[in-house]
C-alpha cells in the first residue's frame, strides 16, 4: 500500500519513496528508512514540499536495448541532472514535478 506525502513523492512498502523524473519521464524509487535488497539507503531532510536526498541517484537500465543512465540529486526540490545522464535534462536543474496519475 502507498500514500502520497506530496504530489512529488509517493512513500510504499514503509521505507521507499518514489518520485517521477522528468529526464526519463518514469518512476525513481530510493530507500529512506532502512536499507533495500541491495543495501542502499539514502537520507531525507524530511521537507515533503522541497525535499534533499543524499547521496546522489543513480539509475541504469535499457530500454530497446539501449543503456540508458539517469544520475542526479535531489536538492531543496529541483533535480540536479548529472552530465553523465543519457537523457535531455543532462547538466541541467530542474524542479521537481508531481507525479502523474498514470505512474500511480
Not at 48 to 71: A, K
Not at 88 to 93: D, I, N, R, W
Amino acid at each position: 500500500m502507498s500514500e502520497m506525502l506530496s504530489p512529488k513523492i509517493e512513500y510504499f512498502a514503509d521505507f521507499m519513496h518514489g518520485f517521477y523524473c522528468p529526464g526519463c519521464k518514469w518512476m525513481h524509487h530510493i530507500a529512506i528508512d532502512r536499507p533495500s535488497e541491495t543495501n542502499q539507503q539514502w537520507q531525507w531532510d524530511g521537507n515533503v514540499n522541497m525535499p534533499t536526498y543524499s547521496p546522489s541517484v543513480l539509475v541504469n537500465w535499457s530500454r530497446h536495448n539501449i543503456p540508458i543512465v539517469c544520475h542526479s540529486f535531489i536538492q531543496n526540490g529541483q533535480w540536479v541532472f548529472l552530465n553523465d545522464c543519457t537523457h535531455e535534462l543532462a547538466g541541467q536543474t530542474v524542479s521537481m514535478v508531481d507525479i502523474p496519475e498514470s505512474q500511480l
